[in-house]
């Protein structure tokens, strides 16, 4: 099992920055990729980005497109989030998460995860 640890969160007026980082306790060669979901109160937990360690391939929902940028270090150890230009209904707790068995096509989905984090609040305000 993959120990995880968020950090980050904070809040912060519509339009600004955070940015989150992700700190693993090791990495086998069967983790290959790395995320962040977002779980706001009352709605299910949500895949916004994904990256590919090997080659740093990146994925990410719609709903940040073209505002958060996922990356990791030379090292490949930590993970990062940079969320830009955020809006309100980015608050939420934000979690990254990992595990051997994720494959393309479900980068995005709760269930191909089994390592978590514990989680880091973000929130927006108008």
């Known amino acids: 099992e993959v120990q995880l640890v968020e950090s980050g969160g904070g809040s912060v007026q519509a339009g600004g920055s955070l940015r989150l980082s992700c700190a693993a306790s090791?990495?086998?060669?069967?983790?290959?990729?790395i995320s962040w979901f977002r779980q706001a109160p009352g709605k299910e937990r949500e895949g916004v980005a994904a990256i590919y360690r090997r080659d740093g391939s990146t994925y990410y929902s719609d709903s940040v497109k073209g505002r958060f940028t996922i990356s990791q270090d030379n090292a490949k150890i930590m993970v990062y989030l940079q969320m830009n230009l955020l809006k309100p209904e980015d608050t939420a707790m934000y979690y990254c998460?990992?595990?051997?068995?994720?494959?393309?096509?479900?980068?995005?989905?709760?269930?191909?995860?089994?390592?978590w984090g514990q989680g880091t609040q973000v929130t927006v305000s108008s």
């Open positions: 090791a990495y086998t060669y069967s983790i290959m990729y």
């Open positions: 998460a990992t595990g051997r068995w994720v494959v393309p096509g479900r980068v995005l989905t709760e269930s191909a995860y089994t390592d």
